[in-house]
């Protein structure tokens, strides 16, 4: 490994990039388990509707569709967005420095 990825921004960069990975893959898992009609029963389904409406909190609801697939799909995609947006240029300009 290079001296390069040996510091502690680099890392501190890293993990923040890792956890908007996360946060934006459970968003979108969530989605894709609404639009697939998922078992709402199946303790999978329930967890990761649960971590969406949580990380999605502040967005859920904010658009208002006619359609339910719409809402969740623009309020949970724009969630995602914004925490891959946000957390990735956070991790960018800490590795510059």
């Not at 501190?12 to 969530?30: E, F, K, R, S």
Request: proline share 2%.
């Amino acid at each position: 490994m290079s001296p390069r990825y040996r510091n502690g921004a680099n890392q501190a960069g890293t993990v923040i990039a890792v956890i908007a990975d996360i946060m934006a893959v459970i968003l979108g898992l969530w989605i894709l388990m609404y639009l697939l009609n998922a078992n709402p029963g199946n303790d999978l389904v329930q967890f990761v509707h649960n971590a969406a409406a949580w990380l999605a909190g502040w967005s859920h609801d904010l658009f208002t569709f006619h359609e339910a697939w719409a809402r969740v799909v623009a309020g949970y995609g724009l969630a995602a967005v914004v925490y891959l947006f946000v957390g990735h240029a956070i991790a960018n300009r800490i590795h510059r420095h």
